[in-house]
């Protein structure tokens, strides 16, 4: 069979047609997995799978394609099915159908999974690491006059907070109205935005000073860090 041959043999074969329609189903599939499945908490390995079977099908839907034709008596081997002209034209037609109908819906999925993800809010999870609020530090000094030695401190931490890349830090003027000792951090937490919450208390006593801090992950009120 010469290659002139063997491509007019492809087309008989509806080779071409099941390519197409293949990689259309196939990509329809793929969208379906990658942006239906992570909001049904499906695991990710199944999104793996399905991508993986699709690759996998594609050249044995193309030997099926070669080797067997659909006709009006069933399923037949491809040298020996007769197909009428009319059958044919009902294949063309179905065909076509099925590649504008996957066309339409993967071009529909793509743009709803771009859509989600721009108007995505950002999970607790994704702020537990990335953000952080820093309460005014109580002044346990009996010297009131001291006060502004623990405001000294709070704006030195958030100085040096702020320059750490991808951290989201929360002013000062935010967090004044949190001066009194806070009751329900989680709340807090809420209202400003973050997932950490750095609180302490600074006491002056003569030329001795004791700062007490501790970081709270403000979604479980569990402590991280605490250092006196």
Do not use: C
């Not at 990509?27 to 991508?51: D, G, K, Y």
């Not at 594609?58 to 002209?85: C, D, H, M, N, Y």
């Not at 000294?152 to 929360?170: F, P, T, W």
């Amino acid at each position: 069979m010469n290659q002139r041959n063997f491509f007019a043999e492809l087309k008989r074969r509806n080779v071409y047609k099941v390519a197409v329609a293949y990689a259309v189903v196939g990509w329809l599939s793929v969208q379906v997995a990658t942006q239906v499945f992570p909001f049904l908490e499906i695991p990710n390995w199944i999104v793996r799978l399905v991508i993986a079977l699709v690759v996998i099908g594609f050249p044995i839907a193309l030997v099926i394609a070669w080797a067997f034709e659909a006709t009006p008596q069933g399923i037949k081997r491809t040298e020996i099915a007769q197909p009428s002209p009319a059958a044919s034209g009902e294949n063309n037609r179905a065909w076509i159908y099925i590649v504008i109908i996957g066309a339409v819906l993967s071009i529909g999925l793509f743009f709803l999974g771009r859509y989600t993800v721009a108007n995505k809010a950002p999970s607790p999870n994704d702020l537990a690491n990335k953000s952080i609020a820093v309460l005014p530090f109580e002044s346990l000094s009996e010297d009131k006059s001291n006060a502004y030695f623990a405001d000294g401190i709070q704006d030195e931490i958030l100085a040096r907070l702020s320059k750490i890349a991808d951290l989201k830090v929360i002013s000062r003027t935010s967090t004044q109205k949190y001066k009194s000792a806070p009751n329900d951090l989680r709340e807090i937490a809420q209202r400003l935005g973050v997932a950490n919450i750095l609180e302490g208390s600074v006491q002056k006593v003569n030329d001795q000073v004791r700062v007490t801090v501790q970081l709270i992950n403000a979604l479980n009120d569990s402590h991280l860090w605490a250092e006196t």
